[in-house]
């Protein structure tokens, strides 16, 4: 069973860094090196300081920064324990917006292999060693994974009863709000609402690892036991996966006529339209002076047999097992992505990119698949979106705060 349990988390002080929204960040591994130059000069008190400090021994001096802001009341600890509801509203990229809601809570960490906590995608050392270094050093969670779990009909803020929660204690223009939500009823009825559901990991696979990394360090320590997580429904329409197309360095391993003809052997090929979208199935292909739209052929994905069912139709599969591997010999590791067609088409036209393959994100049905199967998705095949916002509220876990 799914075990949740509250939090005496901590928070930032309005009173010491004054509007909360200055010293929130986006996952640390999403920040580029010019988005964190941009975040240590918006606050002070960004919580890039910990997560992804400037310093070589990146443990050692988010550690100091985390005990100093304990100290000077930077960073407060919550008088009871609490789950939270965090709401997120956006737009999509066809100007239409939504809204996302969770509860920010503490998951028992699962091995893999009981089936109760599932992965989606595969993971890198690197890293998982990254992670485990400050989180060794600071014995804190700095930010939650984002877990989905599925219960049809039953939307979010009826489970934790939001009509009656009043204001956000956080309201960053409403992109970012924050209910605390301390009533034992309430508590009680999202942790048996959940405990029977299996909880597939959306993001942070690298973060839940090393948690569980360090719990095995940490025998006896009932807090480490936990990861501080984000659980939606993944039925409501706010979870939203979007693309990830991928950039292929020069140079390329055919011609762009020779790789043309190679694809028509696998796939139909037809000029890419003007407008419209692609379809399931479809991925575009832009070459410097062609863009064409391919579609497998059936003997094509034959070649795709070794592969489980519920990995072999994914349109990430097919990029991957008859055009990146046998045709293109480029492994993931070299590859750039983005998540935009302009940004793909532009980094083609600009010659930062020498290919691009377009692809359509997996359906949350397909990612549903591939975790019960006991599968797991190449790297960078989900984009889920927007990304949570990391310093909301910290959980502690370890040494020397418990």
């Known amino acids: 069973m799914a075990v949740i349990r509250p939090l005496a988390g901590l928070r930032y002080d309005p009173a010491h860094v004054g509007d ?131 219960r049809p009909g039953e939307p979010v803020r009826e489970l934790v009863g939001a009509a009656a929660l009043g204001p956000p204690v956080i309201d960053v223009s409403s992109w970012h709000q924050l209910w605390p939500i301390t009533d034992a009823a309430a508590i009680e009825r999202v942790t048996a609402a959940l405990a029977d559901e299996t909880v597939i990991i959306a993001d942070g696979h690298h973060r839940y690892e090393t948690a569980l990394a360090y719990r095995d360090e940490q025998r006896g320590n009932e807090a480490a036991r936990y990861v501080l997580a984000y659980l939606a429904n993944m039925e409501e329409e706010g979870v939203v996966i979007l693309p990830t197309h991928r950039l292929v360095p020069a140079p390329l391993a055919l011609e762009p006529a020779v790789l043309e003809a190679r694809l028509r052997e696998r796939f139909t090929v037809e000029p890419l339209p003007a407008v419209g979208r692609r379809s399931p199935g479809e991925i575009d292909c832009l070459l410097p002076h062609r863009r064409v739209r391919l579609r497998a052929r059936p003997e094509a994905t034959a070649r795709l047999a070794h592969l489980p069912p519920a990995l072999r139709t994914l349109d990430v599969s097919l990029l991957h097992g008859l055009v990146l591997g046998p045709l293109l010999r480029v492994e ?71």
């Open 20 to 150: 909360v929204g200055l010293v929130l960040a986006p996952p640390y591994d999403v920040i580029s090196p010019a988005e964190q130059t941009a975040l240590y000069g918006r606050s002070p008190q960004n919580v890039v300081r910990l997560i992804l400090p400037r310093e070589p021994d990146r443990g050692a001096a988010s550690a100091r920064t985390l005990r100093a802001w304990v100290e000077s009341g930077v960073l407060v600890r919550e008088p009871q324990p609490a789950i939270y509801l965090y709401s997120q509203q956006f737009s999509l990229p066809d100007g239409s917006t939504r809204r996302r809601d969770g509860i920010i809570c503490r998951l028992r960490l699962e091995d893999f292999s009981r089936g109760i906590v599932r992965p989606h995608e595969r993971t890198l050392p690197g890293p998982k060693a990254d992670r485990l270094a400050i989180l060794r050093a600071t014995g804190a969670n700095l930010s939650p994974i984002m877990g989905l779990y599925d």
């Open 332 to 402: 993931t590791a070299r590859l750039a992505f983005t998540h935009e067609d302009e940004e793909a088409a532009e980094a083609v036209a600009d010659g930062r990119a020498a290919a691009a393959f377009l692809l359509n994100p997996p359906t949350m049905t397909e990612v549903r698949a591939v975790c019960l199967a006991g599968e797991l998705m190449p790297e960078k095949s989900t984009y889920f979106f927007p990304k949570l916002a990391t310093g909301l509220v910290f959980s502690l876990v370890g040494p020397p705060w418990v």
